[in-house]
């Protein structure tokens, strides 16, 4: 891993996990779970994990075949990262009885820097040059400007003085939220909002280089000289270069601004006060009844460096917490699956009734995990840490394939609103028999399965004579559905809609029962009728067109006769519905837009999609819409992200969460590379479809225009 032994990256986070807590059994702790949540990150290209059996080295694995983050972080940083959030917990429970003298201000102020350490760095430089210049320093907005500048070296990319001031609102929002009561908020002269300082700043400045040094990104060199004007003669190390070289120069601009010597450096250059003259931590209010919080944490600072190493025990216990990790998650079989956001449970999988889940995501949202329950343990399966939404671009995907075969895939897209994402989460088995499995396992208990209670992941453990019989079920099922799939086949063959008639003027058969269709709807053929000659269409329909203006009751007499006719005419030989056939060709497919069926006229019916009374618009007068894709998980879920895209983009639709909320479902299949979309209104009516071949983004763009076409010329008529 970036060329470091797992000890000594180990025994680097154990140091900043101590620092921050200050307790030994807590550090430990932390590092092993962020450990665990390292090894199982999602990566956009996707990983793959390797399960290595007891008693071959712990690190098996050859550098070209471990995960490299192409986004922001090398892995050395995501783990740093990883040890902020797993810390969080325990600084929590000992802030709850910290008590409120000296040592408790420095205990809490470790927690404020480290807190607002990982809220910027996790977005870009520029949030961490507001962060360190505004919230913990107490430099102007134009000064902080001119650091910024120094530090991107590139004019056109500093933000206007508006931007740093709704974006440090932003970022003390979110410090508040997680120092809820601890912290207050003070007017200054002009109205400026900044939190209630300390009295006493000189006590505090040499903790606050210290925790800087520790929170600085590992492994960064400083690339700020001593003596040089970063605006006038520029840093050539924080130039871009490309945007395979951005990450890294992002990375040595963060260390820049964060690490006390290079930071000093930069301001002196620059003309301002020292760091330390305008120092302004906040005051911490805390409870003056607590008296035991203290401990082992001691004075905030003192002997938090002076910690000896991990003992070869401890190494042996954190790796053998991972071993067991990924022992468990090999033989783990689908049950069950949770979706954890930042802590708290979001969503539901259960793999017994769907392959995918999908929930709305906060834009503040830093840690998606998924997890599940093997006996009384819980078993993290995969993790991935959000981009934030202002720095996200598009759709993001990632994806990580476990130990046991296992394929997690989450899809972050944007939704309507702009403060939240929709998350899709899929789960496939890439083993050709675990999926055959799975799948018997879904058809064989079924509709039962929504009443059963609940399950987990179990070790998967099957006799061999129970993967015959398996087998054997599976090779059954499959001769029967072929065999029916043939029959059916045959009976169509004896009558069906004629083979001439494209598929969006293909209608069921009327009985004496059903509706009678709207005046001036296209006439619908029985299935059971036989067709006839294209010529003999052609005049019939040219005999049929002054019928047309024929009044309702009229109408509803003809169908009902044609009905009964239809009822009591034999069926015709396959003989002769082959001649006809011969007589109307089919017509040949194309890679392009299908035809498509009129709006408000002839519309095919399918089950309602709404439980409400809505009313049954028409196409022109459509608004809100709701997306739904059906297929491969990944490209389904590819695929809605562009349609949403799409239709916001479009100006006349808006996108609902639900379905009785939407004036018609937008209703998308994948199959391979073709794309069928069909619209269709509250009653299940089909008002509108099309067929395309391409790319999600050619598909999407393609069905969104075709879409506005047709409903603008509805319009006009």
């Given at each position: 891993m970036n060329n470091l032994s797992m000890e000594e990256l180990l025994n680097k986070a154990f140091s900043l996990a101590c620092f921050i807590?200050?307790?030994?059994?807590?550090a430990l702790r932390t590092v092993a779970e962020a450990m665990a949540r390292l090894d199982v990150t999602t990566a956009a290209q996707g990983k793959r994990l390797y399960y290595k059996p007891s008693g071959t080295a712990w690190l098996g694995q050859e550098k070209a075949d471990r995960y490299r983050n192409k986004v922001l972080f090398s892995e050395t940083h995501l783990l740093q990262r990883l040890v902020y959030i797993a810390s969080e917990p325990y600084e929590e429970r000992s802030e709850e009885t910290m008590a409120a003298s000296e040592g408790g201000q420095r205990e809490m102020l470790i927690h404020y820097l480290k807190h607002l350490v990982r809220i910027t760095t996790r977005r870009n430089s520029f949030y961490v040059t507001l962060g360190i210049s505004r919230l913990l320093y107490n430099y102007t907005t134009a000064e902080t400007m001119e650091v910024y500048n120094a530090v991107i070296q590139d004019p056109e990319r500093v933000k206007d003085d508006y931007y740093y001031r709704s974006r440090k609102g932003v970022l003390m929002q979110e410090l508040k939220k997680r120092f809820d009561g601890l912290i207050s908020v003070a007017r200054g002269p002009r109205g400026e909002e900044r939190f209630h300082a300390s009295s006493e700043q000189s006590r505090f400045i040499e903790l606050v280089k210290e925790a800087l040094t520790f929170f600085t990104p590992w492994y960064t060199?400083?690339?700020?000289p001593a003596g040089v004007n970063p605006i006038m003669d520029g840093i050539a190390g924080f130039e871009s270069h490309g945007a395979k070289e951005e990450d890294k120069i992002e990375v040595d601009r963060i260390h820049a601004v964060l690490h006390p010597d290079c930071h000093g450096r930069l301001v002196e250059a620059l003309g301002f006060d020292e760091p330390a003259s305008r120092l302004e931590v906040p005051h911490f209010f805390l409870s003056q009844e607590s008296g035991g919080g203290e401990g082992k944490r001691g004075s905030g600072g003192g002997n938090r460096r002076q910690q000896s190493p991990l003992s070869g025990?401890?190494?042996?216990?954190?790796k053998g917490h991972l071993d067991?990790?990924?022992?468990?998650?090999?033989?783990?079989?689908?049950?069950?699956?949770?979706?954890v956001v930042d802590g708290h449970e979001r969503a539901r999988l259960d793999l017994l009734r769907a392959s995918s889940t999908r929930f709305s995501l906060d834009a503040d949202a830093e840690l998606i995990e998924v997890r599940t329950q093997v006996g009384e343990d819980d078993l993290l399966l995969a993790s991935h840490l959000c981009a934030?939404?202002?720095?996200a671009s598009g759709i993001e995907n990632a994806s990580i394939v476990l130990e046991g075969g296992q394929k997690i895939a989450l899809t972050v897209s944007p939704a309507s609103d702009e403060d939240e994402s929709i998350v899709t989460v899929a789960y496939r088995e890439t083993s050709p028999f675990k999926a055959a499995a799975l799948s018997w396992k879904r058809f064989t208990q079924g509709a039962a399965s929504r009443n059963s209670e609940r399950r987990s992941w179990m070790p998967v453990r099957v006799p061999a004579l129970a993967l015959a019989l398996a087998l054997l079920a599976l090779c059954t099922f499959g001769v029967m559905q072929f065999l029916r799939q043939r029959n059916q086949s045959n009976h169509s063959l004896a009558g069906t809609v004629p083979a001439t008639l494209p598929s969006n003027q293909v209608k069921p058969a009327l009985s004496n029962n059903s509706p009678t269709p709207p005046t001036g709807a296209v006439a619908a053929a029985s299935p059971l009728a036989p067709a006839a000659p294209v010529e003999k269409q052609e005049r019939a329909s040219q005999r049929s067109e002054p019928r047309r203006k024929a009044s309702a009751p009229e109408a509803a007499a003809?169908?009902?006769?044609?009905?009964?006719?239809?009822k009591n005419e034999p069926s015709r030989s396959i003989e002769e519905q082959r001649r006809r056939e011969t007589v109307a060709p089919k017509r040949p497919e194309v890679n392009v837009p299908s035809?498509?069926?009129?709006?408000?006229?002839g519309a095919t019916r399918e089950m309602p999609i709404s439980s409400k009374t809505l009313p049954a618009l028409p196409l022109s007068e459509v608004r809100k819409i709701y997306v739904e894709v059906n297929g491969d998980d990944a490209d389904g879920a590819s695929l809605r992200g562009k349609l949403i895209e799409n239709l916001n983009a479009s100006g006349k639709f808006a996108l609902v969460e639900t379905k009785d909320e939407a004036d018609a479902l937008l209703r998308a299949t994948v199959t391979g590379t073709n794309v069928g979309a069909v619209l269709i209104n509250p009653r299940g009516e089909t008002i509108w479809r099309v067929n395309y071949t391409g790319s999600n983004e050619s598909v999407a763009a393609g069905i969104v225009k075709e879409l506005l076409d047709v409903a603008s010329k509805n319009r006009r008529h």
């Open positions: 807590l200050g307790e030994r059994d807590a060199p400083c690339l700020v025990i401890e190494l042996d216990d954190i067991g990790q990924s022992a468990r998650r090999k033989k783990a079989y689908a049950g069950l699956l949770r979706v934030p939404r202002e720095s003809t169908n009902e006769t044609n009905a009964t006719n239809v035809e498509r069926t009129r709006p408000e006229s």
